[in-house]
Each structure stands twice: as C-alpha cells, then as structure tokens.
C-alpha cells in the first residue's frame, strides 16, 4: 500500500478499506455532513481542502493542524499562513462527535481530514479516489514547521519546486494540487504586492492581465480592506474544474504562486499548465493520484500517535 515505504517503524501501511469492517458508517456520516455545511456555506468545500493540504504540509498527515492551544500545546493555527485564514474546524468537530458516537476510538482526525478532502471535491464536481485511510493522530504540534513549511503566495516558481520537493512531491505534484485553487477564495493581503509594488517598485505585476488587474485594484486597495476576499478562480469559483488552468494562460491566475507555474521560467511546469488548461481529464487524474501522494505524507502507524476522541486536543 502507497504509505508503506516512506515510514519507519510502523508495522502496517494506509489501506483504503481500513474502516469497512470497523466503521462501515464512516463514509455516509461525513458524507451526509459534509453535504448540510456546503450548503450553507459553498465555500467549505475548499475550506476543508486546504485544511487537509495545510496538515500534510507540518508534520505529515496527523491532524496537528486541529490542536487548539494548551498547557503543552502552541497551536499552528496561529501560524503565519492559518491565522485568520483556516476555516472549516467546527465542520471536522462534527464530523467527528457523530463518529465517537456510532464507533468510538475508531477514525482519527488526520483521516477525516483526508476523507473531507475528497468528498469536498467530488461534491465540488472533481474526480473521486479512494484514500489509504489508517493515519493516526499526533501528540504534537509545530508552529515553527507551519511557519516555514507552507509555501507563500508570493513565491517564486524555484521556491515552491524546493517546497514540493521537501516533502516528496515533484513538479507534476506542485502543478496539479495547484489547481485546489479552482476553487475558494484568497485575501486581499496575500496578493496586494502584485498589484502595487511586485519588485518593491511601485510598478504592478507585468504578467497580469489589464482588465484583470483594474477589476481586482477595486476589490484590494493600496491601503485598508486586507481581509477582502476574491475567487481565486472567478471563472468558476465552486466548481472544481480545469478553469484555473485556462486563466492562468490569460494572465488571470490571482496568486503569484499561481501565475508562476505559467511564467516563472521552468519550462516543465509551464507545460504542465498548458496540458491541464487543454485536457481536463488528464487533470483529474493527476490530481487524484497527487492528492492520495499528499495524502501519504509521514502517516503515524502502528502504535504511534493515538486516535483523538476531540480533534483539538490530546486525549
Ligand atoms: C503551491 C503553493 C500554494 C500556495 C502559495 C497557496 C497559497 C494560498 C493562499 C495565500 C490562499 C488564500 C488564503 C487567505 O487569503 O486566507 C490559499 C487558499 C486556498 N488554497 Fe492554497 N496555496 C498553495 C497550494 C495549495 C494546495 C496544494 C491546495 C490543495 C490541494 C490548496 C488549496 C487551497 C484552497 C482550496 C484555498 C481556498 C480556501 C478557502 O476559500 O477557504 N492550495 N492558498
Ligand atoms: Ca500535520
């Protein structure tokens, strides 16, 4: 099983159908949840994407991303890249309340996470996969790996290749998980240098498009409105598809992060970018199979870490 080999000292790899005799309701339940906060809320789908991504990111896939602050615990939410940004908490709460409930002790949080991820997207309209499941849960928590780990948006292309690379994934990894950007939104704070001052100028980005770049000037002032959200795919911006891809071709990918894949100079990201704004199948499927690869980043096995009975603290 993917998992196996990157793991030392655990006795058992992930398995796909770790819960089917253990917890058959599992995928119903978060399902079902699932379903009601995407409702109420069209956002949480990218919400809980993101949250799984920014858990794989600090520490493997362990659920550290969901400890709140505690005697013992500095939570990384409140690192650079998740304060005021992470959403989606109250979300894997439930989830998991009604999972101790029907089976105790059973699924851990970094599994929901994964599991989440993937029904988020498969209800956004992407590609289903199945998920080596049998994560366990972290007795830790790393700020300073939160705040040096996740990539900026700001980013060069060299640094987000180094970034992905840091935790085993290569350049078709980066760009395809990249397009988790076809949906959500982003704060004006993390893409306001491009509009104003790219190379500490006073001159915006050259790469973005005009009439792109007027329209986002209203949303993303010089000064003020730093909490103002815009798509990050205005082209489709809850439903999961190859847009993101296409504007990035036309200059409208709204993240440096994003545009760079195109122009930052690596000829093999760009090719990628052009063959997912092309192909929207061949996306899908390297994005299934990237996400499952993120999705085994240093899983806890065996008898370490533990299964959380509250996702935000130790038992
Ligand atoms: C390649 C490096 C990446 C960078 C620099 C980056 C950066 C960002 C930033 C700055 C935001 C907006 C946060 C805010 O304004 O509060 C964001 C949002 C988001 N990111 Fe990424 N990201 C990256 C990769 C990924 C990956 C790999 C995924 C998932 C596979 C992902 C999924 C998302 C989603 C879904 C949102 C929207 C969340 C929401 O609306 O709540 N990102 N990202
Ligand atoms: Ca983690």
């Known amino acids: 099983f993917p998992g196996t080999g990157r793991v030392g000292g655990g006795v058992l790899g992930l398995n796909p159908e770790l ?5 058959p309701q599992a995928n119903e339940i978060i399902m079902s949840v699932l379903e009601n906060a995407i409702a109420k809320d069209s956002r949480m789908a990218a919400s809980l994407l993101r949250l799984h991504f920014h858990d794989c990111f600090v520490q493997g896939c362990d659920a550290s991303v969901l400890l709140d602050d505690s005697k013992t615990i500095v939570s990384e939410k409140n690192s650079g890249p998740n304060k005021n940004s992470l959403r989606g908490f109250e979300v894997i709460d439930e989830i998991k309340s009604k999972l101790e409930q029907v089976c105790p002790n059973t699924v851990s949080c970094a599994d929901i996470l994964a599991l989440s991820a993937r029904d988020s997207i498969e209800l956004s309209g992407g590609p289903h996969w199945e998920v080596p499941l049998g994560r366990r849960d972290s007795r830790t928590a790393s700020i300073k790996k939160a705040n040096t780990h996740l990539p900026a948006p700001n980013s060069t292309i060299q640094t987000l290749i180094n970034q992905f690379r840091r935790q085993g994934l290569d350049e078709q990894d980066l760009v395809a998980l990249s397009g988790g950007h076809s949906i959500g939104v982003a704060r004006c704070v993390t893409y306001r240098q491009r509009l104003y001052s790219q190379n500490g100028n006073n001159q915006p980005d050259l790469t973005l498009e005009r009439n792109y770049y007027n329209g986002l000037k209203t949303v993303c002032p010089k000064v003020g409105g730093d ?33 760079v894949l195109l122009t930052g100079k690596a000829r093999k990201t760009a090719e990628l970018v052009r063959n997912y704004a092309e192909n929207e199948g061949l996306f899908f499927h390297q994005f299934a199979k990237s996400m499952v690869k993120m999705g085994n980043i240093s899983p806890l096995l065996g008898s370490k870490g533990e299964i959380r009975k509250n996702c935000r603290r130790l038992n």
């Open 19 to 23: 819960y089917r005799l253990s917890c």
């Open 227 to 259: 909490n103002n959200v815009t798509p990050l795919d205005f082209s489709s911006p809850v439903k999961f598809d190859n847009k993101y891809f296409k504007l990035l071709l036309w200059g409208k990918g709204l993240l440096n992060s994003d545009q």
